[in-house]
């Protein structure tokens, strides 16, 4: 587990029968299970936000992603750098999600949107969970300032540059 990486409560992490590799600045929000088998490990690469009730099996996820509350990665799935998964979608086993990609389920169909992710709200988010988990250990409760948002979005376009994600 990286540096300024956390695991909110009731999340699952099963390294039972091979290894779960978490990046930096990583969040596995609430509810949210973990798990290997024998022959696929997890990865989850920098500034990657797995939201609320998702299940990973034995998947690789870049860096800078998002993976949208509700959604099922499964074996030997791989997401690209800086794409996002939305709410709700099942990515079947071997589906390659192509960097930068925004991945929609609708009908019980994959679309995907080569392109179109926004990773600055995926490592923004993940900013917020490093300034919450600092923030909770001191007792102090409460949104975030508009300002502070700001400066999240900010420093997200820096890391994103740094990884090489956006280039603008």
């Known amino acids: 587990m990286g540096p300024?990486?956390?695991l909110w409560p009731g999340t699952v992490v099963r390294a039972d029968m091979n290894r779960i590799v978490l990046g930096e600045g990583v969040n596995i929000q609430d509810n949210s299970t973990?798990?290997?088998d024998s022959s696929r490990e997890i990865t989850i690469g920098d500034y990657t936000l797995v939201g609320h009730n998702t299940m990973l099996h034995g998947c690789k996820i870049g860096r800078g992603c998002l993976i949208g509350i509700g959604s099922i990665v499964l074996d030997e799935a791989e997401i690209g750098d800086g794409a996002m998964v939305m709410a709700g979608c099942m990515i079947r086993g071997g589906k390659k999600?192509?960097?930068?990609a925004m991945v929609i389920q609708k009908n019980g169909e994959l679309k995907i949107f080569e392109e179109k992710a926004?990773?600055?709200?995926?490592?923004?988010?993940?900013?917020?969970?490093?300034?919450?988990?600092e923030r909770f250990k001191k007792g102090i409760f409460g949104p975030f300032t508009s300002e502070e948002e700001i400066e999240f979005q900010n420093?997200?376009?820096e890391i994103l540059?740094?990884?090489g994600i956006m280039k603008k």
Do not use: F
């Not at 999600?97 to 930068?100: A, E």
């Not at 926004?118 to 988990?133: M, Q, R, W």
């Open 161 to 163: 540059k740094g990884m």
């Open 34 to 36: 973990l798990h290997t």
């Open 4 to 6: 300024y990486s956390s």
């Open 97 to 100: 999600i192509p960097p930068g």
């Open 118 to 133: 926004k990773p600055v709200l995926s490592v923004a988010g993940c900013l917020e969970y490093i300034a919450l988990s």
């Open 155 to 157: 420093k997200a376009k």
